[in-house]
């Protein structure tokens, strides 16, 4: 019998519609779908498009699981989003949401599901994806640019001093991290 070694997926979400309960929900129906191995503490930043709408809280989340990146892409993402109420506007990719579930890094792959590239191409360039990624996994090394999340993370944190940290809001109770 072979060893099963469990896919890493590393989530990125994010909410400004209820976030304060909509980050801890989603977290929770996460675990249908895996083992939640460990959770970043929140973050609150403004829109990424600059408009008037209510700020960010963003967070990041490691999950093992036996399914494929395919499989956590048409299953997992959609089903949370829509449990938690998501309206997807096709003419404004930047609207409210009462969550956003990504999939940032899937084990040390470089994959391609419909229009989403993983890695995620904004952890390079924003520090909301960046530094929640950081602190689930400092070490981890971006499978394209040869750097570790920590390295990213710290130089776009000198670009982004708007982020401040939410310790008021706590996801996934006893989890390590």
């Known amino acids: 019998m072979a060893d099963f070694t469990p896919n890493r997926v590393y989530l990125a979400l994010g909410s400004n519609i209820n976030p304060e309960r909509n980050l801890p929900d989603a977290v929770q129906a996460l675990c249908a779908f895996g083992r939640l191995v460990t959770a970043s503490q929140v973050w609150e930043a403004p829109p990424a498009d600059h408009s008037t709408q209510p700020n ?14 395919r499989d956590l892409y048409q299953k997992m993402v959609g089903r949370v989003e829509k449990l938690l109420g998501r309206k997807r506007d096709p003419l404004n990719k930047y609207a409210p949401r009462t969550i956003d579930v990504d999939i940032a890094l899937f084990n040390h792959e470089v994959i391609r599901l419909d229009h989403r590239k993983i890695p995620d191409p904004e952890i390079l360039k924003r520090a909301f994806l960046a530094i929640p990624l950081s602190e689930i996994d400092p070490s981890y090394v971006h499978p394209l640019q ?17 982020m ?12 390590p991290g």
């Open 56 to 69: 960010y809280l963003n967070a990041a989340v490691l999950l093992e699981t036996s399914m494929n990146a």
């Open 146 to 162: 040869g750097k570790t999340l920590k390295t990213i993370a710290e130089r776009l944190r000198q670009k982004s001093p708007e």
């Open 164 to 175: 401040w940290l939410r310790k008021d809001v706590v996801l996934g109770g006893n989890l």
